[in-house]
């Protein structure tokens, strides 16, 4: 599952997080999707089985919409609890709670928690690396059914950045053998979410 982190995080790191126009939004995310199509048909990193990538032409998204770029609240929890985060195997990685973001979604506020990889922040070049997983109405019919990721950055101010447009799956929504973090219950929001990669199951 690190390897999963670090090289989306790569991915991530080419654009930036701060508040866009409509145009900069389709810009970004139409680049973030070719970048994630070529890893995924690349064999070295691609979580597909060698079946999927011979058929592979692209990865099924949800088409960009700019509603889903959202400009959330952002409270930083200072010396906030480590745990160990519950994942699709017995590997219990150690999470430390990081911060809180706000926003409202269809006359909704939610609050979701933000995450950071203990031993991932030790690593050169991934100390502001944070991970936000989460479960919304879309799970298990047009998304994975275990959930998706939003990979972040540390905000300079009170404010951060969620674009649901480039939400992912789990390397385990492809591939058996990986151990993916499960979406803590805090994370549940209650709506659907349009937004970012779809799911259509492969044969592992």
């Not at 990538?53 to 409270?75: G, L, M, W």
């Not at 269809?106 to 030790?122: A, F, G, W």
């Not at 944070?130 to 404010?159: A, K, V």
Request: glycine share 6%; charged share 25%; hydrophobic share 30%.
């Amino acid at each position: 599952m690190k390897k999963q982190l670090i090289i989306l995080f790569c991915l991530l790191s080419v654009v930036g997080f701060s508040q866009k126009n409509n145009n900069s939004i389709l810009a970004e995310n139409t680049e973030y999707r070719a970048k994630l199509n070529a890893l995924y048909s690349h064999s070295k990193h691609s979580p597909l089985t060698k079946k999927a990538r011979r058929k592979f032409d692209s990865i099924p998204f949800f088409p960009i919409d700019t509603n889903y770029y959202i400009v959330a609240k952002f409270e930083r929890i200072i010396d906030g609890e480590e745990f160990k985060m519950k994942t699709s195997t017995a590997r219990e990685p150690v999470y430390k709670v990081f911060g809180k973001a706000i926003f409202t979604l269809r006359d909704t506020t939610y609050e979701l928690m933000i995450y950071q990889n203990v031993n991932l922040t030790k690593k050169e070049g991934y100390e502001n690396y944070l991970f936000l997983p989460f479960n919304d109405y879309t799970n298990g019919n047009e998304t994975y059914g275990g959930g998706r990721y939003l990979d972040i950055r540390i905000p300079d101010g009170d404010t951060i950045i969620l674009d649901f447009n480039k939400a992912y799956n789990p390397y385990c929504a492809y591939t058996d053998g990986y151990s993916c973090p499960v979406p803590p219950k805090e994370n549940s929001v209650a709506t659907y979410i349009y937004a970012g990669v779809q799911y259509e199951g492969e044969e592992h």
